[in-house]
């Protein structure tokens, strides 16, 4: 079946400018997770969709990073005045259940590279 | 705060050895942790996991070990192959908002 799907690949943008990164989970899975991963870097959480319960937003790196969830399908994540450290592969990951200490598998998209210049 | 931590950051080995890649995690309420594959330009892909109900589990020439007692976790790899080169993360389940934690990776290169 098709997996986590991402969009765009790539995303070169000036600083100050608004990015609006996209995330297709895979069908049927509740569970949604976006992580950044910095170049040589682990991947750091930034937020959770738990069906449609209100996210947690408190790890995300700042005021200017929102991120919305229709029902239990596409994300979207988005940065407003765009600076030069937002710079970083942006993932997305999809579970079936989630849940705090899940043990379900989280299957990851390939990524959004996004680059500001 | 608890982390996921690993304690070699490369690792270089040679087509046909068997490869080695530790993990120390320290969130002892963790009970699931798993292992991913990163190629490059790629997002992680699933390797393996271990519940903390088990010491050992083995997949297709990997093998992931867990020592609850001094909190460590391996992945081991039998007869590593050039396509086995990538950066390997371990990842416990012990993010408080169900996320996973992730150490900085271990890069694997295997020479031909």
């Known amino acids: 079946g098709a997996g986590v799907s991402q969009s765009p690949s790539n995303k070169v943008t000036e600083k100050g400018k608004d990015v609006e990164l996209r995330c297709d989970p895979i069908?049927?899975?509740?569970?949604l997770y976006w992580y950044r991963q910095r170049l040589g870097q682990g991947l750091e959480f930034l937020i959770y969709?738990?069906?449609?319960?209100?996210?947690?937003k408190s790890g995300l790196p700042s005021d200017r990073f929102s991120a919305e969830r229709t029902g239990e399908s596409v994300s979207t994540l988005t940065i407003q005045r765009t600076q030069q450290e937002d710079s970083a592969v942006y993932l997305c990951?999809?579970?079936?259940?989630?849940?705090?200490?899940?043990?379900?598998?989280?299957?990851f998209g390939p990524g959004t590279r996004l680059t500001v210049l | 705060g608890e982390n996921v931590g690993l304690h070699l950051p490369t690792l270089s080995v040679q087509e046909g050895d068997n490869s080695i890649i530790n993990c120390a995690y320290s969130?002892?309420?963790?009970?699931?942790f798993i292992w991913y594959k990163q190629e490059s330009g790629k997002g992680p892909q699933f390797i393996i996991d271990?519940?903390?109900?088990?010491d050992k589990r083995q997949g297709q020439r990997v093998t992931v070990l867990l020592n609850k007692t001094v909190k460590h976790l391996s992945l081991q790899i039998a007869a590593t192959q050039p396509g086995d080169s990538a950066v390997y993360f371990c990842?416990?389940?012990?993010?408080?908002?169900?996320?996973?934690?992730f150490g900085k990776g271990t890069k694997l290169s295997v020479k031909p």
């Open positions: 990951a999809s579970s079936q259940f989630g849940g705090p200490y899940g043990t379900d598998t989280q299957y």
């Open positions: 069908s049927g899975h509740t569970a």
């Open positions: 969709f738990q069906g449609n319960s209100a996210p947690d």
């Open positions: 969130n002892s309420a963790s009970d699931y």
């Open positions: 271990i519940r903390s109900n088990m």
């Open positions: 990842a416990e389940n012990g993010g408080s908002q169900g996320n996973l934690i």
